[in-house]
């Protein structure tokens, strides 16, 4: 008997994409400055993954090696449920017929008349609510709010996620 395996690595490229758009913010340091420049000392803020048993086990970690670096980001999943609302047909089958562009076999490049054709089957995605939640600890509130500031632009006043630029798959814009 055949075993189905399937892995596309969906909900793992949406927390890739998460962490990727939710790094490289910075936090002013008050009080200090580049004797130099005047400028401010700016820092930017490490963002990684872990779920709370993680986490937990970092802060309570008890070690008189290590300390626990601020400020910093982490990002775990809070939730994951099955999105009855947007369901449609779930047996539902897309065909879609493509055609490949001819390759000249002497020169390898792509000219203009048509190659070969395929017929794409596509199967109605799966909606699902995946829930993130970003945990921020700094030393002071003032670093907190600054993060919390640069942060609630990106969702102004939602945001959409691209999974794949692949025009064949329906599933690649997710809100």
């Known amino acids: 008997m055949a075993v189905q395996f399937f892995y596309d690595q969906q909900i793992r490229r949406f927390i890739i994409q998460f962490i990727r ?32 048993s993680k986490q937990a086990a ?6 008189a ?6 400020p910093a980001m982490a ?17 539902f089958l897309s065909k879609v017929n493509l055609r490949e ?11 203009s008349q048509e190659g070969d054709g395929y017929t794409v089957e596509r199967i109605m ?7 993130l939640k970003v945990d921020i600890w700094t030393s002071n ?20 996620i691209q999974s794949t630029d692949n025009y064949i798959d329906w599933s690649s814009l997710s809100y």
Not at 21 to 50: C, R
Not at 101 to 111: E, K, N, Q, S, Y
Not at 125 to 131: F, I, M, N, Q
Not at 141 to 148: C, D, G, N, P
């Open 21 to 52: 758009m939710i790094s490289n913010f910075q936090v002013e340091f008050s009080g200090t400055a580049d004797p130099l420049t005047g400028k401010p000392a700016l820092q930017v803020v490490p963002v990684f993954y872990g779920d709370q």
């Open 58 to 63: 970092f802060m309570l970690k008890p070690s």
């Open 65 to 70: 090696n290590t300390l626990s670096t601020v």
């Open 75 to 91: 990002v775990s999943i809070a939730g994951l449920k099955y999105d009855r609302d947007r369901v449609q047909d779930p047996f």
């Open 101 to 111: 562009r001819r390759v000249d076999p002497v020169t390898g490049m792509v000219t």
């Open 125 to 131: 995605p799966v909606p699902y609510r995946l829930t």
């Open 141 to 160: 509130t003032e670093q907190k709010l600054q993060l919390i500031e640069q942060i609630c632009t990106i969702f102004n006043p939602s945001l959409e």
